[in-house]
């Protein structure tokens, strides 16, 4: 297909019937169903009953995903079939813009969280300012420093001696993963990941070209590098959450510190395994498929923005959540 | 694919495979009716047992629940969809296109709307109960005291908030991609107009939320401590990020409701639009201005000073716009050659009471005076001024407006009529005495009261079953209609009604616009 304006509006796309979103329907809403039903019987069950929720949770993710898988087969298929018009592939460009956009204000709800809680509610808690009445109510000796050494809890001696109610205990870390308590800057894993994940970046815009210029090889072997190293920062991401549990005694339960470091890194690993996913099966359509040509290459272009998106997220993140 | 040109399947399949705008429409509509109706019998519920002091008829834990599942439904079960239903609908007629952007995903959009109601009403069922948090789900409420069921309420919210990015993504991408040759932005309806702006604040704001609820889930099952002063959070954080979320919120409640009765008052005046330009811009700072006053209900946390001042006067300022919009509806009627069937009615009452809703907004956007009101009963008859006589008044003018074009059939209009009085009746029953005994002291969700609030709250629940009657006539007008309303096939079902939607057909066709329609 040309892109001519002329032709853009020639002809209307009237799709056929489709019976994907029930598909996708039944499978979101089991393993949804599935997942709160786990969560519920993890917290609140009576561990000695069997319940059947990871089966539901399992049925309905293998549902989903394969008719995930099939919904995009017919969406490439069509094109490939010269299907699609003009009209659809800027519909399908605003589609992922704007989804890509949703992603972002998510992530600003975690860092709006951690602003506020590092600057507002930390120096509260510790008696500061007008929020900080409370101190000697409730924390009496809590003070404030980032990464918590001491969570209130601990200030006022565990969650007996505590005024008011909570759910569970809260531990501060023995150490943190700020830039300042690493042994030595080579030993230092952040850095590593930044490195990779921007390098990847960088791959991904040199496959860009690669196709623009027509040239495969070039497409195939720069995107393929990129997958790999998209790989290597989620296995660098794994040994530094194990060193985190393992050594740094810094997990979930860390207070604060802990909630905001493994909610944003956490999120943002979980969209990098999503990117990198999206990208792999690109490099796969294009070594084992033949496809994408200099001209038409949205599903690889739709998944390189979201690769770049993912890199912007980290850059924030490697300065408000480790160096800063 | 444009070559097959096939009318609606038969049977069941139609509505579960669809992919046609109109199909998907009508089951927004017809599902967000059977939510305003379930909402509403869990609001009959509670006015009965508010119908007198002391303790009649539901324990208070239940009462709790009935006010959670009440605001729950009937923001994101009933209001919500039924104005995407009208989006899907009506968009496409309006600005010349054969129908919406993506429309399988539009379809999904729809359809995982009921089961993520059915899982939120399920949890009524469930041990511990339904949630009975409130419907803004205020921390330690919905994470250290919530009830199991908490769960499912979090991922019934997640699954709400992927519907509505889901749609309004179909709605940026079908407003900037599919508009016919000719239809430049600034010809295009108001209606389509406030839905993209709407579709904006949705795909800003739904995510936050999704970020708040995953927090909370977070909190309750995985030990973070985002909302627990013990760990070094706090609650109050809660309130931010949900008002964040939750003020855009509420315009993206009501700026579609601004678009109908743009589009009606100008039909029934016979006149254009006073100020179209003023409406556009006056849109766009509304939703602007929306984000920046989300503290406005957080008033009493204890805000450092500087917090309050700004959130007042930011808060203030939203006046101004909105003021804009009213004065041009105002000058729209003015010297107008103005008639009064159903839809203007309910166009001419939204206007009043709307306003009135937004006085006593305005009266609760002074900080040292919201200390007073807040939590009281103003609080309530203030959002229901807003919310039922702006949001739910205008889907009625929508509906009465649109009926003919989409099944070619009239309503009634003395049964109209009777529907429109009867609701304007029964509302103004039983919410204008509430400002009384809000500003009189009676605090919001709570099922017994003191003795000297008993004949306003009494007068209330007569009000609210009158409204509530009043809604089965509404359901009754619009069955009447499609099967044995009165034939008719005029394009233009109104006189004074403009736009490309009254220059086609009359039923509409399934496929409105094979090719593209010239708009000078
Ligand atoms: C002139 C514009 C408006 C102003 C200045 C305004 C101001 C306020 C303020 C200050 C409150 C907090 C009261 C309190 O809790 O103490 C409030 C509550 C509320 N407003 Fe408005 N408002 C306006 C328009 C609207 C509109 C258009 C809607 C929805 C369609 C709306 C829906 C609500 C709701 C739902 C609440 C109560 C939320 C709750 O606590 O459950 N308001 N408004
Ligand atoms: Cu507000």
């Known amino acids: 297909m040309t892109t001519q304006s002329s032709t853009e509006y020639e002809k209307y796309y009237v799709p056929e019937k489709s019976k994907m979103a029930i598909c996708a329907t039944i499978g979101l809403f089991l393993s949804t169903y599935g997942a709160a039903s786990i969560m519920n019987d993890m917290t609140f069950g009576d561990p000695g009953v069997e319940t059947n929720s990871w089966t539901i949770f399992w049925v309905g993710l293998f549902f989903f995903s394969a008719t995930l898988f099939a919904w995009f087969r017919i969406a490439i298929k069509e094109n490939i079939a010269g299907l699609n018009s003009a009209q659809l592939k800027k519909s399908y460009v605003l589609g992922m813009f704007w989804f890509i956009f949703s992603e972002v204000m998510f992530f600003l709800a975690f860092f709006g969280a951690l602003f506020y809680l590092r600057n507002l509610v930390g120096p509260w808690l510790a008696g500061e300012g007008e929020g900080g009445r409370m101190n000697h109510l409730l924390w009496e000796g809590f003070e404030y420093n980032w990464p918590m050494s001491l969570t209130p809890q601990e200030a006022v001696g565990g969650a007996a001696n505590q005024p008011i109610a909570n759910m569970g205990s809260f531990t501060s870390a023995e150490k943190s993963m700020a830039f300042g308590e690493a042994a030595a800057w080579y030993l230092w894993l952040p850095m590593w990941n930044t490195l990779v994940l921007l390098s990847s970046s960088v791959t991904v815009h040199i496959a860009h070209m690669g196709i623009l210029d027509g040239n495969k090889r070039k497409f195939n072997l720069w995107l393929g590098i990129s997958v790999v190293l998209g790989m290597l920062f989620v296995g660098l991401q794994i040994l530094e959450y194990y060193e985190a549990y393992a050594h740094y005694g810094l997990t979930l339960n860390s207070g604060i510190y802990g909630s905001t470091f493994f909610m944003l890194t956490g999120f943002h690993g979980f969209h990098v395994v999503m990117g990198m996913t999206m990208l792999l099966i690109q490099w796969l359509r294009s070594v084992k498929g033949g496809h994408f040509t200099a001209d038409d290459h949205f599903g690889f272009e739709a998944s390189s923005w979201y690769w770049h998106f993912v890199d912007v997220v980290w850059v924030f993140l490697f300065l408000f959540v480790y160096i800063l | ?397 929508a509906v009465y407006y649109w009926l003919p074009k989409w099944c070619g059939r009239m309503y009634n209009e003395t049964m109209g009529k009777t529907h429109f009085w009867i609701s304007f009746i029964g509302f103004n029953i039983a919410f204008f005495p509430q400002h009384f005994v809000g500003l009189a002291g009676m605090p919001r969700r709570i099922p017994d009261y003191a003795l000297q609030f008993a004949d306003f709250n009494m007068l209330s629940s007569i009000g609210a079953f009158i409204y509530g009657a009043s809604q089965i006539l509404f359901l009754y007008n619009v069955v009447a209609t499609i099967v044995a309303g009165k034939p008719t096939s005029e394009e233009k079902t109104w006189d004074g009604a403009e736009g490309l939607e009254w220059t086609v057909a009359t039923p509409a066709p399934y496929h409105t616009f094979e090719t593209p329609p010239q708009v000078k």
């Open chain 2, 1 to 397: 694919m444009g070559d097959h040109h096939h009318g609606p399947a038969k049977g069941l399949s139609r509505w579960l495979f669809t992919t046609n705008h109109k199909d998907i429409g009508t089951m927004y509509l017809w599902f967000s009716f059977a939510m305003f109706i379930l909402g509403g019998s869990f609001a009959m519920i509670i006015r009965a047992e508010l119908f007198q002091p002391g303790m009649q008829l539901v324990d208070p834990a239940f009462f709790n629940q009935m006010t959670t599942l009440h605001g729950l439904v009937m923001v994101f079960g009933a209001i919500m969809p039924s104005f995407v239903g009208l989006a899907n609908w009506m968009i496409p007629m309006m600005i010349g296109a054969p129908d919406m952007a993506l429309p399988r995903m539009n379809n999904w959009s729809f359809w995982i709307l009921p089961p993520a109601f059915l899982i939120l009403a399920s949890t009524l069922f469930m041990e511990g109960g339904a949630p009975a948090f409130g419907w803004t789900f205020y921390a330690p409420l919905s994470t250290t005291y919530a009830p199991p069921s908490v769960t499912y309420f979090i991922f019934s919210i997640h699954v709400l908030g992927l519907s509505s990015i889901m749609g309004s993504i179909n709605i940026i991408a079908t407003v900037m991609n599919m508009r016919a040759p000719g239809m430049t932005y600034m010809k295009m309806p108001m209606f389509v107009w406030t839905w993209l702006i709407t579709a904006f604040l949705l795909v800003a704001v739904m995510p936050v939320l999704a970020g708040a609820v995953t927090m909370m889930l977070m909190d309750i099952h995985f030990g973070t401590s985002f909302f627990s002063a013990a760990g070094g959070g706090d609650p109050v954080l809660f309130q931010h990020i949900f008002w964040f979320f939750g003020h855009p919120e509420v315009y993206i409640i009501i700026l579609p409701a601004f678009g109908v009765v743009s589009q009606i008052i100008p039909a029934f005046s016979r006149k254009p639009l006073f100020g179209y330009d003023s409406m556009v811009y006056a849109t766009a700072a509304i939703a602007f201005l929306s984000f920046v006053v989300w503290a406005h209900h957080m008033y009493t946390v204890g805000m450092p000073v500087a917090g309050e001042l700004f959130f007042m006067y930011a808060t203030m300022l939203i006046a101004v716009p909105t003021g804009v919009k009213v004065f041009n509806w105002v000058s729209t009627m003015w010297r107008g050659a103005m008639t009064f069937e159903t839809p203007m009615l309910f166009a001419i009452g939204f206007l009043v009471l709307f306003t009135i809703g937004g006085f006593t907004g305005l009266m609760l956007s002074i900080a040292p005076a919201d200390f007073q009101y807040h939590d009281s009963y103003f609080v309530v008859a203030h959002f229901h001024y807003v919310m039922v006589a702006g949001a739910v008044f205008s889907m009625s003018a």
